[in-house]
């Protein structure tokens, strides 16, 4: 394959991985997505293969990520979305090298968890959006989240995908039947797992119990950053929701639930500073009577800073346990490197107030259960939302204000994100958002209430499992990761053994001719 169809093929793929995303969700082309750049990767240099994934990358990140472009404009999504791609650039790099080797399609799906793993941690925290298991929120292989979590999905996934490139390389080169059984093995078992355990759903829950939620989706005066000028509207909405619903529960048309969430942002206004808005969450909480998670901005320590907070209100004694966002978003919530950031986007300078990072693991007690509580983003961290079922959460809440992104992809991949923490997790999520997509979740990751249309007030009321057990993904925490990314390490190293590079002609320069097969 001459260069140049190489390129192409890298940029197809690329595309192609995006649909496997919502609000596409077409799960099995994430398969395609990686056999095509594998393919496009094989019996390459290693600097071929880096802008080889390059050229993937930026085709993937770019259309996946368009929405934030809305909040910071095109030059910083671009500059995001080539930062993410470096990654892919670096994947493309090893690929070429790992294909050599004896079962390449193990190594190829090593590679990726590699590649993730050093995503989702760098820099500044790292971004995890578009990792390949967040695609499998709807597949049978959503299943391997609960044994190894999102990096087990994303090996399965890319085993299945270098397999697949595997086939198409030996069916092109005539060698088809001595490896048709092995090929068809190595992409049916896993697969095949999957589809057997779909049934079985979550683990059994002696200790378990049901309750009823609710989940009020207020809505903001309007679209963009601009409704952050109009705060106290957006405290009125949830306000305003929260008494139709305690009016419903008066009337009896809807039983009384034992927890409320707000979503982040509910109060864009301090209640510990702005006595009115104090007063007003407080009639809201008592009419409702229970304890209503309250997506708050608090400000301080001192003028420059706020905290992203999420406020256990009660009904009887006010506001209590706290949990503060341990993950701010950088160049959103905090700059970083603020007067290149400035001098990219003149946007940057609406981030007057840095947003300081909270600590601890995610729990909030003193309500009528222990909750696990992220907010926003965090929850494609991994560590950050299994830190509180560790902890002992029996119910995982995601407070999230998707007000920014407008009409787009945003809010559904969060939602898919989402999905597979249920699963990962054993947990009952439940996503509140300001305009939606807000939704009930149940452990086996299917969505049980969801609002419908953004930018419309929505009230969810829902009965859920309170879980106890725990998932072997909870249990054994980032140690698949660590394990398929020290292989992935060893498989680099043994490709690079000195003996093996003089005697492997593939590692040799490659002249034109040699570009095709």
């Known amino acids: 394959m001459r260069t140049r169809w190489a390129a192409l093929l890298a940029v197809a793929s690329g595309l192609v991985g995006v649909l496997a995303f919502p609000r596409f969700g077409f799960w099995p082309l994430a398969f395609v997505s990686v056999a095509g750049f594998s393919i496009a990767a094989h019996g390459r240099r290693s600097r071929t293969g880096a802008w080889l994934g390059l050229l993937y990358g930026m085709a993937f ?3 996946l990520l368009h929405w934030t472009g809305i909040y910071v404009g095109a030059a910083p999504w671009l500059i995001l979305a080539l930062s993410q791609a470096a ?21 190829v799906a090593t590679a990726w968890v590699l590649q993730e793993a050093l995503r989702d941690r760098l820099p ?19 299943w391997f989240a609960a044994l190894g979590g999102a990096p087990l999905v994303t090996f399965v996934v890319a085993l299945a995908g270098g397999a697949l490139a595997l086939a198409v390389a030996h069916l092109a080169a005539a060698r088809w039947r001595p490896v048709a059984l092995a090929t068809a093995l190595v992409v049916a078992v896993p697969v095949l797992g999957a589809v057997l355990s779909w049934p079985l759903g979550p683990a059994p829950d002696s200790q378990g119990a049901t309750t009823t939620v609710a989940l009020i989706q207020g809505n903001v005066p309007e679209l963009g950053l601009a409704f952050e000028e109009r705060a106290r509207q957006v405290l009125d909405n949830h306000i305003a929701q929260t008494a139709k619903l305690a009016a419903q529960i008066k009337a009896g048309t809807v039983p009384r639930p034992s927890l409320v969430v707000w979503p982040e942002d509910a109060s864009d206004v301090d209640p510990f500073e702005d006595a009115t808005a104090y007063r007003a969450i407080d009639a809201a909480v008592k009419a409702i009577g229970v304890p209503v998670l309250v997506g708050a901005i608090l400000q301080g320590p001192g003028p420059t800073h706020r905290r992203n907070a999420g ?30 950031a400035e001098f990219v986007s003149s ?14 693991n995610g729990l909030v007690k003193g309500g009528p259960y222990p909750i696990g509580d992220v907010i926003c983003f965090e929850i494609a961290y991994d560590g950050l939302v299994r830190s509180s079922v560790a902890a002992g959460a029996r119910l995982l809440v995601v407070q999230t204000n998707n007000a920014t992104f407008g009409h787009t992809a945003e809010t559904y991949q969060q939602l898919a994100m989402s999905q597979l923490r249920a699963v990962e997790n054993g947990r009952t999520v439940l996503q509140v958002a300001t305009t939606g997509v807000s939704a009930v979740i149940g452990p086996d990751g299917r969505i049980r209430e969801r609002s419908g249309k953004l930018y419309t007030p929505a009230i969810l009321v829902a009965s859920v499992p309170l879980r106890t057990v725990r998932t072997p993904a909870t249990r ?25 590079r003089s005697a492997d ?13």
């Open 124 to 142: 500044f925290g790292g971004f995890p959006w578009g990792r390949l298991a967040f695609s499998q929120a709807e597949s049978p292989l959503r």
């Open 476 to 500: 054994v925490g980032a140690i698949p990761e660590y394990v398929l990314a020290a292989l992935a390490l060893a498989a680099l190293a043994w490709s690079l053994r000195p003996a093996r």
């Open 61 to 63: 990140f770019g259309p």
């Open 87 to 107: 990654f892919l650039a670096g994947l493309g790099a090893v690929l070429p090298l790992v294909q050599r080797l004896p079962a390449a399609p193990v190594w």
């Open 311 to 340: 406020i256990l209100w009660s009904p009887t004694t006010g506001p209590g346990a706290t949990y503060i966002k341990r993950h701010p978003v950088p160049f959103a919530e905090y700059i970083p490197l603020r007067s290149a």
């Open 505 to 517: 002609p593939s590692a040799a320069p490659e002249p034109e001719e040699m570009v095709r097969t």
């Open 347 to 360: 946007d940057a300078k609406l981030v007057s107030q840095d947003m300081v990072a909270g600590h601890g």
